[in-house]
C-alpha cells in the first residue's frame, strides 16, 4: 500500500467543520505535517506536529495525530471559501539512501460553498 | 528573487525529445528537492540535493532522467527522449537545511512548477 494514504476529495457548506483524515504506514515518522496547495499557487506548509504529540491546535486549525492507529486529521473551524484548496498529508522519512526527505500523500481537494 | 523561482512555466514538446527545467531556489537555502505532480498521483520525490554531499536520486523514475546543482545554487532537471508519460507540473524547493531540522521543520519554499505536456 502507499506511505500515506488520504481521501481524495471533501465537500462542505462555508461555516461548517472540515475534518480531512490521513492514515500512514511507518511508525517511525518523526514529524507529520500539512500543506496547502491554492489553485495556481505553490505548495505551502500550513502546519506540523511532533510525533510524541497527540493534538496541536493555531487558530482555526486543530491537527490529531492517533500514533497507535497511525491516523492523522485536520480539523478546520469555520470553514470558509477561501481555504478551498488541496491539502497534502505528509510525514518525515528517510530514504533507502539514509537522506531525509518528505513524503506526500495524494492530496484532498477541499471544496467551500457558500 | 524572494521566492522559488522556475523556468520555463509551460512547455511543450513532442515525444522524443529532450527538455531542461530551471529551478532558482531562494538565496542561502542549502537543500533542493524536485518533486513531480501528476493528475491523480500526488508528489513524486524525484532527487534531493543537499549541500555539497552527493544528492539523493533514489525517486528518479529511469535513467533518461538526470539532475545537476552547479555552485549549490541553481538546479537543472534534464529529462532525455521524453516520452507522454513524463507530462506532469514539475515542482521544485528549498529548504534551509535537511528536512526535520529546528524552527519550523519540515518547511520546504515550493516553487509554481513547471508544467510539461509531452505531445
Known amino acids: 500500500g502507499e506511505d500515506v494514504e488520504q481521501s481524495l476529495f471533501l465537500s462542505v457548506r462555508e461555516g461548517d467543520s472540515s475534518v480531512i483524515n490521513c492514515t500512514y504506514t511507518?511508525?517511525?515518522?518523526?514529524?507529520l505535517y500539512w500543506y496547502k496547495q491554492e489553485p495556481g499557487a505553490g505548495l505551502q506548509l500550513l502546519t506540523y506536529?511532533?510525533?510524541?504529540?497527540d493534538m496541536k491546535q493555531d487558530q482555526r486549525l486543530t491537527v490529531l495525530l492517533n500514533k497507535k492507529d497511525k491516523h492523522l486529521s485536520l480539523r478546520i473551524a469555520d470553514t470558509q471559501t477561501g481555504d478551498s484548496a488541496i491539502y497534502f498529508c505528509?510525514?518525515?522519512?528517510?530514504?533507502?539512501?539514509?537522506?531525509?526527505?518528505?513524503?506526500f500523500g495524494k492530496g484532498t481537494m477541499l471544496l467551500v460553498s457558500p | 528573487g524572494a521566492g522559488v523561482s522556475q523556468s520555463p512555466s509551460n512547455k511543450v514538446t513532442e515525444k522524443g525529445k529532450d527538455v531542461e527545467l530551471r529551478c532558482d531556489p531562494i538565496s542561502g537555502h542549502t537543500a533542493l528537492y524536485w518533486y513531480r505532480q501528476s493528475l491523480g498521483q500526488g508528489l513524486e520525490f524525484l532527487i534531493y540535493?543537499?549541500?555539497?554531499?552527493?544528492?539523493?536520486k533514489s525517486g528518479l523514475p529511469s535513467d533518461r532522467f538526470s539532475a545537476e546543482r552547479t555552485g549549490g545554487s541553481v538546479s537543472t532537471l534534464t529529462i532525455q527522449r521524453t516520452q507522454q508519460e513524463d507530462s506532469a507540473v514539475y515542482l521544485c524547493?528549498?529548504?534551509?537545511?535537511?528536512?526535520?531540522?529546528?524552527?519550523?521543520?519540515?518547511?520546504?519554499?515550493f516553487g509554481e512548477g513547471s508544467r510539461l505536456t509531452v505531445l
Open positions: 505528509v510525514r518525515y522519512r528517510t530514504s533507502r539512501s539514509g537522506y531525509s526527505t518528505l513524503t
Open positions: 511507518d511508525s517511525s515518522s518523526t514529524y
Open positions: 524547493a528549498s529548504s534551509l537545511g535537511s528536512a526535520g531540522g529546528p524552527s519550523r521543520p519540515g518547511e520546504l519554499f
Open positions: 506536529i511532533f510525533s510524541n504529540m
Open positions: 540535493f543537499q549541500g555539497n554531499s552527493a544528492p539523493d
